[in-house]
């Protein structure tokens, strides 16, 4: 898993090393005045945000229908234990 995010991390530190250097030459300047043009740059950089969301509105949906617990909700059923057992504890000592 780590050589795998190593090299995820290696190519979008060299592509964004050449995106720079596109970036800074005297020919792409004008096109980067193209409101056109930016707004589809934009609309690339927010792709993944975008799958995220989905793949998380999905992930919870399934979730959902399969009637499945959470993580939040076993977090929550622990200290729910927890707490049931300290009181039996305690009204054991009594």
């Known amino acids: 898993m ?3 995010y190593n090299s995820r991390m290696d190519l979008k530190d060299r592509v964004m090393g050449e995106a720079m250097k596109l970036v800074s030459h005297p020919s792409v300047a004008p096109l980067l005045q193209d ?3 930016m707004k589809l740059v934009m609309n ?16 919870a949906n399934f979730i959902r229908l399969m009637g ?7 977090e929550d059923l622990k200290r729910t234990v927890r707490s049931l057992e300290d009181e039996l504890a305690r009204l054991r000592n009594i």
């Open 2 to 4: 780590v050589a795998v």
């Open 35 to 37: 409101e056109r043009l």
């Open 44 to 59: 690339a950089l927010s792709v993944p945000g975008k799958i995220n969301d989905i793949t998380e509105e999905q992930k």
């Open 68 to 74: 499945l617990a959470t993580r939040e909700e076993v």
